[in-house]
C-alpha cells in the first residue's frame, strides 16, 4: 500500500570537491523512501534564481516529487569538505530559501493525509521555517511517524528547538556524537549511552528511539525491547545521505508492518550501500527494495 512520506525541511546544493550534488536531509529522506514505493514528498523552499530552477529540475530528474514554493532569497547551498575517510564537514550559508518555507495550503493539505515525516533541527534556525515545520506536525493524523532526525549542524541549534521537537515526535533519530551533546545540553553527561537512550525514550514517551554509532553499529529502543545491528565492512565512497538512507528505509519497513529488528536491518543495509556509492543519491539495487512488500 502507498503512502504519504514527507521530507520537510532544508533543500539544498551540496558543493563537494568534485562539484555540487543536490542534498539536504528532507530531500535524501523523501528520495530514500520514495525507491520503496510510497508516495513521498520533498517539502522546503527554493529561490526566484538560476539555482532555483537547477533545483527542481534535478528533483525531477530524480524523480522525487516536491512542494517548494519559490522565495526571494537565494536557493540554499552548503560547502562541504570530505576527510581521508570520507566523512564531510559543513559550512552551512544563512539567510537563504530554506529559512523562509511557508505554510500554503499545498503543504498543509500534505500534512493532512502525511503517514510519516522526518524533519530536522537545521531548518528550525529561523522562525519562519520552524513555525511551518510544528504547524506541519500539529496537521498530521494521529497515527503519523513522526521522526525528528535530529541532525546538529555547527552551532544552529537550541536547547529550546531540541526540547520542542522531543515532544512533538514519536521517533527519535540521533547519533553517539549527538548524544553526547544532548547528554550535557541536559545536564546528564555521566549516563552511558544505553542509559541516555533509555532516559530520553521515557521522559518524551517516544515509540522508538534509533541510535546510530557509525562503524561501531547501531541500535533501536522501544519500550521493552532493543535491537543492535553492526555495520557492514563496505568500500567507503562517502558517507553523505547514508544517515537519511537510513532513516527513508527503516520509516518505509515500519509503515510496512516490518517487525523493528527486521526494519532495522533493512535500513542497515541500505545505508552500506549509499556509503559505497558518491553522493547522497544513488539508486537502490532491486535485492534491497524488493524487501518491502
Not at 500500500?1 to 532544508?10: A, F, P
Request: some cysteine; overall charge negative.
Amino acid at each position: 500500500m502507498k503512502h504519504v512520506i514527507v521530507g520537510l525541511g532544508e533543500a539544498l546544493w551540496d558543493c563537494l570537491p568534485e562539484g555540487k550534488k543536490l542534498g539536504g536531509a528532507p530531500a535524501n529522506f523523501a528520495y530514500h523512501a520514495g525507491q520503496f514505493g510510497h508516495d513521498t514528498y520533498a517539502i522546503s523552499a527554493v529561490g526566484t534564481d538560476a539555482l532555483g530552477d537547477e533545483t527542481l529540475a534535478a528533483f525531477d530528474s530524480k524523480q522525487v516529487k516536491y512542494i517548494m514554493p519559490r522565495v526571494d532569497y537565494p536557493t540554499g547551498t552548503v560547502q562541504v569538505e570530505l576527510d581521508a575517510q570520507g566523512v564531510p564537514t559543513y559550512e552551512i550559508k544563512e539567510g537563504v530559501a530554506w529559512d523562509h518555507i511557508p505554510f500554503t495550503p499545498e503543504i498543509e493539505n500534505a500534512a493532512k493525509n502525511c503517514r510519516a515525516v522526518c524533519f530536522g533541527s537545521l531548518a528550525q534556525r529561523s522562525s519562519v521555517s520552524k513555525q511551518t515545520i510544528h504547524r506541519f506536525l500539529d496537521a498530521t493524523p494521529k497515527d503519523c511517524l513522526k521522526i525528528f532526525d535530529i541532525n546538529l549542524r555547527q552551532n544552529f541549534y537550541t536547547r529550546e528547538v531540541i526540547c520542542d521537537s522531543m515532544r512533538q515526535c514519536n521517533i527519535l533519530k540521533i547519533n553517539d556524537e549527538e548524544l553526547v551533546s544532548i547528554g550535557r545540553m541536559f545536564g546528564y553527561p555521566g549516563l552511558d549511552m544505553e542509559n541516555k537512550c533509555w532516559l530520553l525514550l521515557g521522559k518524551y514517551n517516544l515509540d522508538m528511539l534509533v541510535l546510530t554509532c557509525g562503524v561501531n553499529g547501531s541500535y533501536v529502543f522501544a519500550p521493552n525491547m532493543k535491537t543492535f545491528q553492526e555495520t557492514p565492512k563496505v568500500e567507503v565512497a562517502d558517507t553523505v545521505g547514508a544517515g537519511d538512507s537510513f532513516t527513508g528505509a527503516f520509516a518505509s519497513a515500519i509503515l510496512a508492518g516490518m517487525p523493528i529488528p527486521d526494519a532495522h536491518k533493512l535500513a542497515v543495509d541500505v545505508s552500506a550501500f549509499v556509503c559505497t556509492q558518491s553522493g547522497a543519491m544513488p539508486r537502490l539495487p532491486k535485492k534491497l527494495t524488493d524487501r518491502i512488500k
